[in-house]
């Protein structure tokens, strides 16, 4: 089964408007960490944001905030007041069994990406 | 406060041959890690460096192999290079088994003929 589950392959998004972008995952882990990059053509992955299975409240930073549904296991990403320079792929990655003070657990898992083309 | 750098930026190979790709990772971080990204793909984890040592390896084979240096920058090296082995290449760094994302470098772009 695949950990990590982007189903929108595209989106088109109007500028100003609001997109959500979809992520599912899959762990039997407790513990994990779940994140949204972002990848403009020019290739490098942006973080934007940042979600731990332990968190009690959803993230938020700026204009990206994670809507986190523990029990469905959802992640996903909503972006408010959409710019033109938001248009990119997008990823959602999740982090499992981090362990404190030691390497383990810093891989990332990655999903297939959903591509944000913001109309002007 | 420089962030990940790598180098090249593009590389083309042929089959069999080999190739060395080059990671800085941003200040203060101590863990590398590189990812594999086929087009329309996302990221594939290869393996990860912490002190100096291979602590984690994702589905590759021996062919791909790293290193890591007392100054915590990594390289990759390809050998018996193969046609799927086109694609972007990205390091990563983060500090060792804290609760914070990595950080990536612009990734080398490495074309395969």
């Known amino acids: 089964a695949q950990k990590i589950t982007q189903t929108q392959p595209g989106m088109f998004v109007q500028e100003k408007e609001a997109v959500t972008l979809d992520c599912t995952y899959d762990t039997s882990d407790p513990s994990y960490g779940l994140f949204w990059y972002k990848q403009p053509s020019s290739g490098e992955m942006i973080f934007l944001i940042y979600q731990g299975s332990y968190d009690q409240q959803n993230a938020t930073e700026g204009r990206y905030s994670l809507n986190f549904q523990k029990a469905r296991k959802s992640a996903n990403l909503v972006i408010s007041a959409s710019q033109l320079g938001d248009s990119a792929m997008y990823f959602c990655a999740m982090r499992e069994g981090l362990i404190e003070g030691t390497a383990a657990g810093n891989k990332l898992t990655f999903g297939g990406g959903t591509r944000v083309l913001v109309k002007p | 406060d420089a962030g990940v750098t790598q180098s090249p930026t593009h590389l083309i190979k042929t089959r069999g041959q080999q190739v060395t790709l080059r990671c800085s990772p941003k200040s203060g971080h101590d863990t590398v890690s590189w990812y594999q990204q086929a087009l329309g793909q996302g990221p594939q984890f290869i393996f990860q460096y912490y002190e100096e040592e291979e602590r984690q390896r994702g589905n590759f084979p021996d062919r791909f192999s790293g290193h890591q240096f007392p100054n915590y920058s990594s390289e990759l090296n390809v050998n018996a290079l193969l046609l799927g082995d086109s694609a972007l290449y990205l390091c990563?760094?983060?500090?060792?088994?804290?609760?914070?994302?990595?950080?990536f470098g612009d990734g080398t772009r490495l074309s395969i003929l």
């Open positions: 990563a760094s983060s500090l060792g088994g804290r609760n914070q994302p990595q950080h």
